[in-house]
C-alpha cells in the first residue's frame, strides 16, 4: 500500500535554512504529481506547495512561502523534499507530504490529497 | 489565496445528521469540480473522504456524501457516529494552479 515517510524537522533558528524529505513507496512515484501541507500548532492545514508528475517541471507555491521554499523531486530515489530558506517563525508547523489523486483501470482523478504522511515538525525559533 | 469558509464547529448526537458547508468563490469552489473533503483526527494522518464534489474513496462508509451549489459545497454525514468526532476541511484547485484549504470545523458528536 501507498506509505509517504517525512524526515528532516527539527528546531532552527530565525533566518535559516531546512530541508525536507519524503520517501514514497507502494505506488510508482513518477507517475503522480505530488504535494508539501503543513498545519501550525492550533492552527488549520494549509497548502504549501505542488510539483507535478514525471519531470516535475511545473511548480506552485502558496504565495507567503513564494520565493523562500523550493519544492524538488526525485523519481529514481522515489523521495519528495522540500528547500525551505529565510526561516520564519509563522513557518513553525507539522509538514505533510501528500500523494495528488489516483490512477485506476485506465483512468486518472487528480487534484485532491489521495494519501499522506504522518508528518514531520518544523519549529522555528527566533 | 484567502481560504475557504467553513464553519468552525458543528455538533449532533449518535445517529443524527450534519452538514458541514465550505464557500469559496468562481475562483475555487464555483468554477471546478476539484472540490474535496478531509477528517483529520489529532496527531493521525489526514484522510480523504469526498473527492470531485461527490465521489467517495473505497472504503469511506456511504454515511458521507458530498453536494456543490454555485460556490457553496457541502459535506454531509448522516447516521453519526461516536468516531466521526474530528476535524474536517474542505479544499479545492484554484484558476491560479493552486489549491485551498477551508479553516476546518471541529465536529464534535454529543
Known amino acids: 500500500q501507498v506509505q509517504l515517510v517525512e524526515s528532516g524537522g527539527g528546531v532552527v533558528q530565525s533566518g535559516r535554512s531546512l530541508r525536507l524529505s519524503c520517501a514514497a513507496s507502494?505506488?510508482?512515484?513518477?507517475?503522480?504529481?505530488m504535494h508539501w501541507v503543513r498545519q501550525a500548532p492550533g492552527k488549520g492545514l494549509e497548502w504549501v506547495a505542488l510539483?507535478?508528475?514525471?519531470?516535475?517541471?511545473?511548480?506552485y507555491y502558496e504565495d507567503s512561502v513564494k520565493g523562500r521554499f523550493t519544492i524538488s523531486r526525485d523519481n529514481s530515489k522515489n523521495t519528495l523534499y522540500l528547500e525551505m530558506n529565510s526561516l520564519r517563525a509563522e513557518d513553525t508547523a507539522v509538514y505533510y507530504c501528500?500523494?495528488?489523486?489516483?490512477?485506476?483501470?485506465?483512468?486518472?482523478?487528480?487534484?485532491?490529497?489521495?494519501?499522506w504522511g504522518q508528518g514531520t515538525l518544523v519549529t522555528v525559533s527566533s | 489565496q484567502s481560504a475557504l469558509t467553513q464553519p468552525a464547529s458543528v455538533s449532533g448526537s449518535p445517529g443524527q445528521s450534519i452538514t458541514i458547508s465550505c464557500t469559496g468563490s468562481s475562483s475555487d469552489v464555483g468554477g471546478y469540480r476539484y472540490v474535496s473533503w478531509y477528517q483529520h483526527h489529532p496527531g493521525k494522518a489526514p484522510k480523504v473522504m469526498i473527492y470531485?464534489?461527490?465521489n467517495r474513496p473505497s472504503g469511506v462508509p456511504d454515511r458521507f456524501s458530498g453536494s456543490k451549489s454555485g460556490n457553496t459545497a457541502s459535506l454531509t454525514i448522516s447516521g453519526l457516529q461516536a468516531e466521526d468526532e474530528a476535524d474536517y476541511y474542505c479544499?479545492?484547485?484554484?484558476?491560479?494552479?493552486?489549491?485551498?484549504f477551508g479553516g476546518g470545523t471541529k465536529l464534535t458528536v454529543l
Open positions: 510539483i507535478s508528475n514525471e519531470d516535475g517541471s511545473d511548480k
Open positions: 479544499s479545492s484547485y484554484t484558476s491560479r494552479g493552486t489549491r485551498v
Open positions: 507502494g505506488f510508482t512515484f513518477n507517475r503522480y504529481a
Open positions: 501528500a500523494k495528488d489523486g489516483f490512477c485506476r483501470g485506465g483512468g486518472c482523478y487528480p487534484n485532491f490529497f489521495d494519501s
Open positions: 470531485d464534489v461527490s
